[in-house]
């Protein structure tokens, strides 16, 4: 069974960036799409990026367009988000997450969750 293991996250003032990084364990990773999805408190989980299996397809939500970068090292098992110009409305647990079945922006495509980690935006 693959497992995720995200890090990276913490505590940045509004305008700043974090690199987030999800380690996979298991020999599927390569032929998996991956995903990032965050929850802010009170809210449900939200689709941010997803990346093809190569990384030459990607995919964003509008709000994060522009300012957040997917992308991945199947050598290494690992796929990053990078966040710039991060706003207070970022602030969110992420969730690094391997594709199943179904559409790549819904949760329930998605068999495999990592823990998440905290990313926590000031104004």
């Known amino acids: 069974q693959v497992q995720l293991v995200e890090s990276g996250g913490g505590l940045v003032q509004a305008g700043g960036s974090l690199r987030l990084a999800c380690a996979a364990s298991?020999?599927?990773?390569?032929?998996?799409?991956m995903g990032w999805f965050r929850q802010a408190p009170g809210k449900g989980r939200e689709f941010v990026s997803a990346?093809?299996?190569?990384?030459?397809?990607?995919y964003y939500a509008d709000a994060v367009k522009g300012r957040f970068t997917i992308s991945r090292d199947n050598a290494k098992n690992t796929v990053y988000l990078q966040m710039n110009n991060l706003k207070p409305e970022d602030t969110a647990v992420y969730y690094c997450?391997?594709?199943?079945?179904?559409?790549?922006?819904?949760?329930?495509?998605?068999?495999?969750w990592g823990q998440g980690t905290q990313v926590t935006v000031s104004s």
């Open positions: 990346i093809s299996t190569s990384g030459g397809t990607t």
């Open positions: 298991g020999r599927t990773f390569s032929s998996s799409v």
């Open positions: 997450a391997g594709h199943y079945s179904g559409r790549y922006y819904d949760t329930v495509a998605y068999g495999c």
